[in-house]
């Protein structure tokens, strides 16, 4: 089982940076892929990026790419999300995930641990 903290998340501007952080405990770390979801309110939880056990490959959603950058560091158990170019559109609560079954970005159902969410809002 992985235990999964985040931090990270605040008020921001639009036009704004965050970066959100994950720290994961319970399993070796760099066996999993990870990823980034969110939700906005009235709506449904939404993956927005990915990344294999090694860091070595990465997934983004349409909405995510160009803005935001994934990364992990295995040393230190611990996924980020450096979110750029922030929009009022991208206001919601930030979940990381694991997906301990698979090493690399399988889909995003397969994810199965989560953290308990930090909320990220940007005024307009």
């Known amino acids: 089982q992985v235990q999964l903290v985040e931090s990270g998340g605040g008020l921001v501007q639009a036009g704004g940076s965050l970066r959100l952080s994950c720290a994961a405990s319970g399993r070796t770390f760099s066996s999993y892929a990870m990823g980034w979801f969110r939700q906005a309110p009235g709506k449904e939880r939404e993956g927005v990026a990915a990344?294999?056990?090694?860091?070595?490959?990465?997934y983004y959603t349409v909405s995510a790419k160009g803005r935001f950058t994934i990364s992990r560091d295995n040393a230190e158990n611990t996924v980020y999300l450096q979110m750029n170019s922030l929009k009022p559109e991208d206001t919601a609560v930030y979940y990381c995930?694991?997906?301990?079954?698979?090493?690399?970005?399988?889909?995003?159902?397969?994810?199965?641990?989560w953290g308990h969410g930090t909320q990220v809002t940007v005024s307009s």
């Open positions: 990344i294999s056990w090694s860091g070595g490959s990465t």
């Open positions: 995930a694991a997906d301990v079954t698979h090493a690399y970005f399988h889909s995003w159902d397969a994810y199965d641990c």
